[in-house]
C-alpha cells in the first residue's frame, strides 16, 4: 500500500513548464477528449483534461496557479461541449486548488501516491460537477457510485502512466 508522508517547505521540489508545454498540453487534451469518444467510445470514461489539471497543480504546488489552471482548462472544455460554460470550469478550479495544496504538503512524486490522488480528486472532480450541473444550472442528471468510482480506477490508472510521461516535460524552478 503506498504511503502518503509529509513533507516540510524546505524539501517540496516546485517545477515549472515552458510556455510551449503549458500552452499545448492542455489544448492536445482538450482537443482529444473532444474528439476521441467519437471514433473509439471507450474513451469517454477518461477525463484528459482533468488530469492535466492534477499534474501541473501537483507539480507547480501552488495553490493560485492550480485554480488558474483548473478554471482556464475547464472553461476551455466547456467551450468545446454542449453544457453551460462554467459547469466543468468551476469543478475544474476546486481540483486545481486542491490538488495543489495537498501538492505542498504531502509526497505526490511516488507512482501510488498519484494513484491515490487522482483516485481521490476524480471523485471529487464529479461530485463538484455533479453539484453544479443539477443544483445551479439545473440540467437532469443522475448519480451512479458504481459508474463514478470505476471511472475513478480506469482515470487513476491511465494518470500513472500518463503523469510518468509529463515528467519528462519538468523543469526545476
Known amino acids: 500500500m503506498p504511503v502518503l508522508t509529509y513533507t516540510s517547505q524546505e524539501q ?4 515549472r513548464f515552458s510556455v510551449p508545454v503549458a500552452v499545448l498540453v492542455p489544448l492536445g487534451a482538450i482537443f482529444l477528449q473532444t474528439f476521441l469518444p467519437l471514433q473509439l467510445h471507450f474513451f469517454s470514461i477518461f477525463d484528459l483534461p482533468l488530469l492535466v489539471v492534477i499534474f501541473f497543480a501537483v507539480a507547480r504546488r501552488n495553490p493560485v496557479s ?6 482556464a482548462i475547464g472553461l476551455l472544455q466547456d467551450a468545446m461541449t454542449h453544457q453551460p ?3 466543468y470550469g468551476i469543478a475544474k478550479t476546486v481540483v486545481g486548488y486542491g490538488a495543489s495544496s495537498l501538492g505542498v504538503k504531502l509526497d505526490v512524486e511516488n507512482v501510488g501516491a498519484r494513484v ?7 471523485v471529487v472532480h464529479q461530485f463538484v460537477y455533479f453539484l453544479v450541473a443539477r443544483g445551479l444550472v439545473g440540467l437532469n442528471m443522475n448519480w451512479s457510485w458504481s459508474h463514478e468510482l470505476i471511472g475513478a480506477f480506469v482515470n487513476a490508472i491511465f494518470a500513472a502512466v500518463l ?3 509529463l515528467d519528462r516535460l519538468k523543469q526545476r524552478a
Open 66 to 71: 492550480g485554480m488558474l489552471t483548473g478554471a
Open 116 to 122: 491515490l490522488l487522482t483516485l481521490f480528486f476524480y
Open 163 to 165: 503523469f510518468t510521461l
Open 12 to 15: 517540496v521540489e516546485v517545477y
Open 85 to 87: 460554460i462554467g459547469v
